[in-house]
């Protein structure tokens, strides 16, 4: 089909976070009619406008040897942890608040100690030949596939795991960066391996991390008890509205007699919030701004999961609750 004429093309120039990051009603306001999304794949959301998603990969090939003593190391672990399942009625709260780690997942036996292959968007193109590979190593290779927001099998994104289940006992991630390994250990509470496509680099996440980020989180809940009001934020952006998690949390704070005052807000960060005359936030918008940035802000910036447990209305014992987007 020929062009009568070329046609206006605007840039987005704004940072854009992902999918869930849509500008299409300001797109409309400038007349735009087709909006191309490059780097990021689909979301169950409605866009509102015709919206082409462009996949962007990265042909990387690295070498499968640097990372399977890591791989083997976590595979032990995994048996491990099948042979020695404690349940959660036979952990008092004090010793589940020593074993931070062990609060992670535990409410999910594992089954089977199945090596879950994942990565970033853009080298799952990758995963059907490191499958192969893998197995070839010796190991039991699945590649996970989650729920509506994910678009691809072995697909994680910084809001959703939902391709874990009881069968897998460790991760490869393909992928660059820790952003993603570290919420899919704090959602499943298992060893991860990591392979770097760009520069062929092999390690793993730090337990120790993940146990500094959950001492963290433990923390927060506990400043949090005392706090008698709430700022509840809620993000403008269409895949990260939470508007009736914001008002359960808000019910919820009543029930126990304290205030929750809703916040709605497309950006969010200290310089936005923190001057609001509240002693806490609860962070129903992108889940990893209360875990990733808490430290920049100078009152308690929890999750839902947090809140619940702050109030008693769930406890810390039965297991970590990563704050997802489903």
């Known amino acids: ?168 006992g460790h991760y490869l991630f393909l992928g660059s960066g820790d952003f993603h390994p570290i919420g899919l250990v704090l959602h499943t509470g298992k060893p991860l391996a990591m392979l770097d496509p760009y520069s062929g680099a092999a390690e793993e996440m730090s337990f120790e991390r993940i146990e500094r980020i959950l001492r963290q989180r433990f923390g927060l809940i506990m400043s949090s008890q005392d706090c008698q009001s709430f700022g509840i934020l809620i993000g403008e952006k269409p895949g990260q509205m939470r508007r009736t998690l914001a008002l359960r949390m808000k019910r919820m704070l009543e029930k126990h007699g304290k205030k929750g005052y809703l916040l709605a807000l497309e950006h969010i960060g200290p310089d936005l919030i923190d001057f609001y005359p509240v002693d806490a936030f609860v962070n129903t918008a992108c889940p990893r701004i209360a875990i990733d940035d808490a430290v920049r802000y100078r009152k308690p910036l929890i999750t839902p999961f947090e809140l619940e447990v702050a109030l008693g209305e769930k406890q810390w014992e039965t297991g970590y609750m990563f704050d997802e987007i489903p």
């Open 1 to 168: 089909m020929k062009l009568r004429q070329a046609p206006k093309l605007y840039l987005a120039a704004d940072p854009c976070y992902g999918a869930c990051d849509l500008v299409h009603d300001k797109m409309k306001m400038m007349g735009v009619e087709l909006v191309a999304h490059m780097g990021h794949s689909q979301m169950n959301i409605d866009s509102g406008m015709p919206t082409e998603f462009i996949d962007v990969k990265y042909d990387g090939d690295p070498e499968l040897n640097p990372v399977l003593p890591i791989l083997n190391k976590h595979l032990a672990m995994a048996k491990d942890r099948m042979a020695n399942q404690q349940s959660v009625g036979e952990l008092t709260e004090a010793e589940a608040q020593e074993k931070f780690i062990d609060a992670v997942g535990r409410m999910a036996p594992l089954t089977n100690t199945k090596l879950g292959l994942v990565g970033s968007i853009q080298h799952l193109h990758l995963l059907p030949e490191f499958h192969d590979r893998l197995e070839q190593a010796g190991f039991d290779v699945t590649i996970p596939v989650g729920g509506a927001r994910l678009s691809f099998p072995g697909q994680v994104l910084g809001c959703n795991y939902s391709g874990d289940d009881e069968s897998i």
